[in-house]
């Protein structure tokens, strides 16, 4: 009854901004020219990190062949340990860069702080919150200010609600170009590195406009279950996975024991195009 009232809806979720409903109908985000989400499906693929030039276009001109759409590839890095190789900075934006001149395919790129949001955008195609920054609010806010999409993965131990919330922040700023990207949970099971969290897709497709992919590199951290969870994926109607692959995982910097070699991602992507027929997606 109100001037200048289009519409009310009943505000039930803690979150508003990323719900479904608020936006019924599924997004879709693009990366370049990629797009993520309805029937589009992403392989997003690279090296875990940039150690070198010919690692890095090695690793990238094997997966743009095979058919992946984006390229990951980082440059800032979160380490565990202080001791740990941190990544080649601006130097590794410039070699990925280089990347998406040779294979055509743009490029996503991890932010630890806010500060280097400005560096990171002049050069990436796409932002990614790590898991280790999922609930770093002042970067989360400052993203909300880009125009780029941001891939925010889920925190080691976050609900899915702390998840969404986190995305909340990055809408609320005025940046709705968000992918949520699952890469499994701490658990009690040493047996892989993180837990897949494959009931996060259902669950998120039923609260959330936005797409959703899967880390399954990360959650694995072993290279023998990376094609299974990655068709798991596929299975319960994720949007795009993204894979870690190395020329030569053994000589590694970072995370070498999940990374595949260039011929078994060409196999995972063998695998996972006929099950997108089935599931009503196409790379
Ligand atoms: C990564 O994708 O390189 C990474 C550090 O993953 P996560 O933040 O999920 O641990
Ligand atoms: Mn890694």
């Known amino acids: 009854a109100l001037d200048g009232v289009e519409r ?13 409903e608020s936006h019924p109908d599924p997004a879709v985000v693009k990366i370049g020219d990629a797009e993520v989400g309805g029937d589009s ?25 095979c058919g992946a759409q984006v390229l990951r590839g980082e440059a800032y890095k979160p380490r565990s340990s202080p001791y740990s190789f941190q990544g080649l900075g601006v130097d ?9 001149e040779q ?20 050069y990436a195609d796409a932002f990614r919150v790590g898991a280790r920054n999922m609930a770093n609010f002042t970067l989360l806010s400052e993203l909300g200010t880009q ?20 995305a909340e922040y990055i809408a609320k700023g005025g940046n709705d170009s968000i992918i949520f990207c699952e890469r499994g949970i701490r658990t009690f099971e040493p047996a892989t590195r993180f837990t897949l969290d ?8 039923q609260e959330t406009f936005l797409p959703v992919i899967v880390d399954p590199s990360h959650a694995a951290g072993r290279h023998y279950a990376v094609k299974p969870l990655a068709l798991a994926s596929v299975a319960v109607g994720a949007d795009g996975i993204m894979i870690d692959v190395h020329p030569c995982p053994e000589e590694a910097l970072c995370d070498g024991p999940q990374a595949l070699l260039p011929d078994e991602f060409e196999d995972l992507i063998s695998h ?8 009503g997606k196409h790379l």
């Open 272 to 279: 996972v195009r006929p099950m997108l027929e089935i599931v």
């Open 147 to 166: 125009r780029k999409p941001v891939i925010l993965k889920r925190g080691l131990t976050s609900t899915i609600e702390e998840w969404l919330l986190a």
């Open 198 to 205: 494959i009931s996060a897709i259902p669950v998120l497709k």
């Open 103 to 122: 294979t055509g395919r743009p490029f996503v790129a991890e932010v630890l702080d806010a500060r280097d949001v400005e560096v990171i955008g002049e």
């Open 92 to 100: 590794g934006l410039k070699i990925m860069a280089e990347a998406r």
């Open 41 to 65: 499906f992403v392989v997003i693929a690279g090296p875990c990190a940039v150690e070198t030039r010919e690692q890095t276009l090695s690793a990238t001109q094997v997966v743009a062949d």
């Open 8 to 20: 009310v809806m009943p505000v039930l979720k803690p979150y508003k901004m990323v719900a479904k």
